[in-house]
């Protein structure tokens, strides 16, 4: 596949006048030239408003993440792919929506029945959930590998959770050993299995892609470290790190040390330990003279497993909740230090971002839905498109708005719901805790939003979920 080196900024080119555009065209171009080392760094479950850059709690201790973001960009609308992890991931890794390949809800996911037990069992009405895939296909697009081609070294540590259902049952996490990191363009893996959350936060880990090394030393502290000694080992040529770190995801553990610094909540040292790890990272950085070349991107895979402030339910919903995510990206002479962005972004956007700003040209990579970000990077107030969609077919225990997909167009948001919540529509603008429902005041916008959404999902081939009178017909047949 022939690909085109492009100037990364030219899309948002018209977008900016005068001598300072020609500055930051030209600061853009030379980034390029130098291929800019790119670090993903990922947490889990974690939501926004319990980091620094964006918290309002006095008890949070992230320096180094405010660091980050000081160096670069806050985006106040990021949002995750979906409501649970392991779509999300699926999502970054493939530039695609959940929908798109097939991966709406997390692996090793609960059975239909245990879901059913959860609502009542089966005789109550509803939907039964979708198929969903426990692993990537092969043939499905993959960032690391695009970048591999394009001349990085590339590296995988942390949490990946695409590989197989089961991995509770297993010992070291592994289910298929063809599903891990390294098959999708990482040259070496460090924690990428099955796992959904560690079977140890203290070594020895049980994990079987992470060889035991200090007795009780901590999961994030090593993850780290490695991710660090891997940027000062291959720092004279292009690399990218993905970091996907376990933290914050139960169970909630953490070393007593920062438990105690932190007024025995657990929670916050956990909080404390990630932003250590993106320390080390940055200190790494620093410290072998890529900072000034570095592409560094911190985010999360979906809304906090704790609620978070102004915003309504958590993790597993398709409302702000479950969806909204902290996110601050860092690329010196490219991103304004101290800026902020307004435009709503999200998980498939990643993979176009990393591609282009590599000398690459996502444009001819087949089935891609992200956008490239680099123009809201150099100041553009919009990316060429007008809504963002998701598709959960799936129901969560202790959650309203599961089961059902969404569109965001502008400040308003349309819920379809499969289950047995109704559709509904918020202006998330006006009513960010999205109590409200607006949809018997504006049946035209509903419909049309309506329309749009089973369009998206048609053109997707989303997996949608068996209605019960279906199952029971089928059944009776």
Same mark, same amino acid.
């Given at each position: 596949?022939?690909?085109?080196?492009?100037?990364?900024?030219?899309?948002?080119?018209?977008?900016?006048?005068?001598?300072?555009?020609?500055?930051?065209?030209?600061?853009?171009?030379?980034?390029?030239?130098?291929?800019?080392?790119?670090?993903?760094?990922?947490?889990?479950?974690?939501?926004?408003?319990?980091?620094?850059?964006?918290?309002?709690?006095?008890?949070?201790?992230?320096?180094?993440?405010?660091?980050?973001?000081?160096?670069?960009?806050?985006?106040?609308?990021?949002?995750?792919?979906?409501?649970?992890?392991?779509?999300?991931?699926?999502?970054?890794?493939?530039?695609?929506?959940?929908?798109?390949?097939?991966?709406?809800?997390?692996?090793?996911?609960?059975?239909?029945?245990?879901?059913?037990?959860?609502?009542?069992?089966?005789?109550?009405?509803?939907?039964?959930?979708?198929?969903?895939?426990?692993?990537?296909?092969?043939?499905?697009?993959?960032?690391?590998?695009?970048?591999?081609?394009?001349?990085?070294?590339?590296?995988?540590?942390?949490?990946?959770?695409?590989?197989?259902?089961?991995?509770?049952?297993?010992?070291?996490?592994?289910?298929?050993?063809?599903?891990?990191?390294?098959?999708?363009?990482?040259?070496?893996?460090?924690?990428?299995?099955?796992?959904?959350?560690?079977?140890?936060?203290?070594?020895?880990?049980?994990?079987?892609?992470? %060889?035991?090394?200090?007795?009780?030393?901590?999961?994030?502290?090593?993850?780290?470290?490695?991710?660090?000694?891997?940027?000062?080992?291959?720092?004279?040529? %292009?690399?990218?790190?993905?970091?996907?770190?376990?933290?914050?995801?139960?169970?909630?553990?953490?070393?007593?040390?920062?438990?105690?610094?932190?007024?025995?909540?657990?929670?916050?040292?956990?909080?404390?330990?990630?932003?250590?790890?993106?320390?080390?990272?940055?200190?790494?950085?620093?410290?072998?003279?890529?900072?000034?070349?570095?592409?560094?991107?911190?985010?999360?895979?979906?809304?906090?497993?704790?609620?978070?402030?102004?915003?309504?339910?958590?993790?597993?919903?398709?409302?702000?909740?479950?969806?909204?995510?902290?996110?601050?990206?860092?690329?010196?002479?490219?991103?304004? %230090?101290?800026?902020?962005?307004?435009? %709503?972004?999200?998980?498939?956007?990643?993979?176009?971002?990393?591609?282009?700003?590599?000398?690459?040209?996502?444009?001819?990579?087949?089935?891609?839905?992200?956008?490239?970000?680099?123009?809201?990077?150099?100041?553009?107030?919009?990316?060429?498109?007008?809504?963002?969609?998701?598709?959960?077919?799936?129901?969560?225990?202790?959650?309203?708005?599961?089961?059902?997909?969404?569109?965001?167009?502008?400040?308003?948001?349309?819920?379809?719901?499969?289950?047995?919540?109704?559709?509904?529509?918020?202006?998330?603008?006006?009513?960010?805790?999205?109590?409200?429902?607006?949809?018997?005041?504006?049946?035209?916008?509903?419909?049309?939003?309506?329309?749009?959404?089973?369009?998206?999902?048609?053109?997707?081939?989303?997996?949608?979920?068996?209605?019960?009178?279906?199952?029971?017909?089928?059944?009776?047949?």
């Amino acid at each position: 596949m022939n690909r085109l080196r492009i100037i990364v900024f030219a899309l948002g080119l018209a977008a900016w006048n005068g001598a300072s555009v020609d500055a930051q065209s030209r600061s853009v171009e030379n980034n390029q030239d130098a291929k800019p080392n790119i670090v993903f760094i990922m947490a889990d479950d974690l939501g926004p408003g319990w980091v620094d850059f964006d918290g309002t709690e006095a008890a949070i201790h992230t320096p180094n993440l405010e660091r980050l973001a000081n160096r670069g960009m806050v985006f106040s609308r990021a949002y995750a792919a979906a409501p649970v992890c392991s779509p999300t991931r699926a999502s970054c890794l493939t530039g695609m929506s959940p929908a798109k390949v097939g991966y709406t809800t997390h692996a090793p996911g609960m059975g239909q029945d245990k879901y059913l037990k959860q609502i009542g069992g089966r005789g109550t009405g509803g939907a039964i959930d979708a198929e969903s895939r426990v692993f990537i296909p092969g043939e499905a697009p993959s960032y690391a590998r695009e970048l591999k081609q394009l001349g990085y070294s590339t590296a995988f540590f942390g949490k990946w959770h695409l590989a197989g259902e089961g991995s509770k049952n297993a010992a070291d996490g592994i289910i298929n050993s063809e599903w891990h990191p390294e098959h999708y363009g990482f040259d070496s893996n460090l924690g990428g299995c099955a796992y959904g959350q560690p079977r140890s936060w203290f070594d020895p880990f049980r994990n079987g892609t992470i %060889p035991n090394r200090k007795r009780g030393e901590y999961l994030t502290d090593r993850l780290g470290d490695e991710a660090a000694a891997y940027i000062e080992a291959n720092s004279a040529s %292009p690399f990218h790190v993905t970091l996907w770190l376990y933290s914050v995801h139960t169970p909630i553990k953490a070393p007593a040390d920062l438990v105690k610094k932190n007024g025995g909540s657990a929670y916050h040292a956990m909080l404390q330990s990630m932003d250590m790890a993106v320390g080390k990272v940055l200190d790494a950085l620093d410290q072998t003279g890529t900072a000034e070349n570095t592409l560094v991107v911190f985010y999360s895979d979906n809304g906090g497993d704790r609620p978070t402030v102004g915003l309504a339910e958590k993790k597993g919903s398709l409302l702000e909740g479950g969806l909204r995510v902290p996110m601050a990206v860092c690329w010196p002479g490219v991103i304004e %230090p101290g800026s902020r962005c307004d435009v %709503p972004v999200t998980s498939p956007d990643f993979f176009p971002t990393f591609v282009n700003a590599a000398g690459g040209d996502a444009s001819t990579i087949e089935g891609l839905e992200g956008k490239d970000l680099t123009p809201l990077f150099t100041g553009a107030e919009s990316l060429d498109r007008d809504s963002l969609y998701w598709h959960f077919p799936h129901h969560r225990k202790g959650i309203q708005y599961a089961m059902g997909s969404s569109i965001l167009e502008g400040d308003w948001k349309f819920y379809r719901g499969y289950g047995k919540t109704a559709d509904a529509l918020f202006n998330v603008r006006t009513d960010p805790q999205e109590q409200t429902s607006v949809i018997q005041n504006n049946p035209e916008l509903a419909e049309r939003l309506r329309i749009k959404l089973s369009r998206w999902l048609t053109d997707v081939n989303a997996r949608m979920p068996r209605m019960e009178d279906d199952f029971e017909t089928e059944k009776d047949d």
